[in-house]
């Protein structure tokens, strides 16, 4: 009895219920629970607030569409602190406790890449909404994610700073401790030999480091047409702000990837900001119905406009909605349906898995102009 129960309880959250009024049958709404790992503090805090927002936009949306006959999301927050441990707790309770039928996150690749192996070894299906460090979805065929990987969105950001900035000699500078700031420099260096560019010196920090100042004066005195940084927002902040008082002048751009993406790189770095570059996910300008209407109820809601990485969340959680209209509450029927995604409309604009169970559509590049983010060269 105790395990029917049990089974029953992972089959479906709260299943299929039967209302009996005055002898009428009535179905209520699936409700389907979804498991969502953030990073609501530690360094990934700056994205982890923006994503939740994204995410409880998108399950209202859909639980107040969801009548007698449709899915209604129960969303389970839990903060990963930025930490890989923290993470791998969240997973277990995820999987062992809470028994959802999916998870979303967690934030950063960097713990990802240990609890996404947790998920994969009990066929718990995982969509990530943020994690672009290479060899994430390669842990296996549980793991899926809507957000592009460095690898996609890197090598146009070089190509478009060499033709349109004349960019030809660069200094390097990442994080050699983090799974993304890592993966961010083996896009950038690969990029950057793929585009014949030069490389004056490469630097390196460690995550949490406040002063720069030493490998910036390095990269002064080397003179580079750019600086290309791969970092999260907390450290990016940092360099571009330091850069530019030690004297780095602002026509020598400060070029990063998708952790540049965050409001937080406008609000700490403030004036030091305006020009620098970086790969881009998703399009705010984006004139697509979908986008329009998601930009004005997240503005409407939260006071602020949404950035990459509401978007993203916000996209996968329609996403993972998609499948679960098809597979219920079910692991393996959900891991199939998601592979089936083909072309839905999203945020991000059409959107298609590759067979690797990676994100696949256009990447934009993005500068920052009048202290907002601008697809380059509009
Ligand atoms: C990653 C990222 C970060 C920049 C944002 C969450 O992309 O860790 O993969």
Redesign the pocket.
Known sequence: MHNVQRRVGMTFSLCMALIFISGQVFAAAKEVKIGFAL?MTGG?AA??AT?KNGIQLAVDEINAAAGSEGIKIVPVFEDDASLPQQGINVFNKFINADKVSLIIGP??????QVTDRIAQQAGMPVL?V????KG?TEIGDCIFRD?LT?MVVIPNTIKVAKEKLGVHKVAVFYGND????K??YDAFKQAIADAGLEVLTEQTFAKGDRDFSPQLTQIKSKNPDAIIVSA??EEASGIVSQARQLGIAATVPIIG??????PALLKNAGEAAEGVMMGASWNASSSLPLNKKFVAAFTARCGNPPDQ?AAQAYAGVYIAYEALKKAGSDHKAIQSALGQIKDLDTVLGKFSFTSGRDAEHTPVVQVVKGGKFAVFGE
């Open positions: 990073s990934g994205y982890g994503q934030t950063l690749s960097n713990t990802a990530a943020s994690n672009t460090a994430i957000s460095e983090d799974a993304f700031t993966g961010g999260l927002v990837g998708n952790g540049f993406n965050s990485f």
